[in-house]
């Protein structure tokens, strides 16, 4: 799994969020994406993601050595966001079914499994409306998680939780694959300043302005 992008630039309206990114993301790798609030992060991960058409440059997904085509790049992605919205009229029992049938779970997990991984076996049944913000939050990190797919991209992923929260996501994003190509928009270094250091990539998305 490779991104390449080449003179990635994004506007809206006439203003530039970022141009000339010229980037290689690979499989095995950690990107966290920095800067200060409204800076792009967030803009440059929806792009990179196929969620946002680009302005300029061009995008590559490459597979196993072969170009990745645009409808069947999101079978290969995850993205955990806050302005990602779950469907908050199923209950997480019924959310994990739903979501299985479009996106297996690694190692061909159960529900009941996952929602135990997620430790959320007491609200199983409860609307994903009723939960906190932080519950909603373990949802979307679970289901970044545990889904089978090579890119994992969370952005602000301890958004809303509290301090055992933000232990359970240390502990999880350790244990993704290998191979996974993971991609993170953050400006807390408690959410990427663990993650080992050989193949943890830091970079400032300022210096696209
Ligand atoms: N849909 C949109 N239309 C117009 N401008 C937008 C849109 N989405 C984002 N922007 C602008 O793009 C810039 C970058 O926003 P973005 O959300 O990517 O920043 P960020 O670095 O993720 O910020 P934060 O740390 O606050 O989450 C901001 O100036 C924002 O106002």
Redesign the pocket.
Known sequence: MIITAQQLGKK??R?W?FRGVDLTLSAGNSYTFV??????????LQVLAGMQPSSAGTLTYTHAGQPLADEHWYRHMVLAAPYLELIEELTLTELLTFHGRFKPFRANANVPELIDRMQLSHARNKEIKFYSSGMKQRVKLGLAFFSDAQLVML??PTANLDWQGAAWYKEHVLQLPPDVLLLI?S?QPSEYDFFPRAHANVIE?TQWK
């Open positions: 809206y309206r203003e969020i800067g200060p609030n409204g800076s792009g992060k967030s803009t440059l952005d602000e928009g400006n998305v």
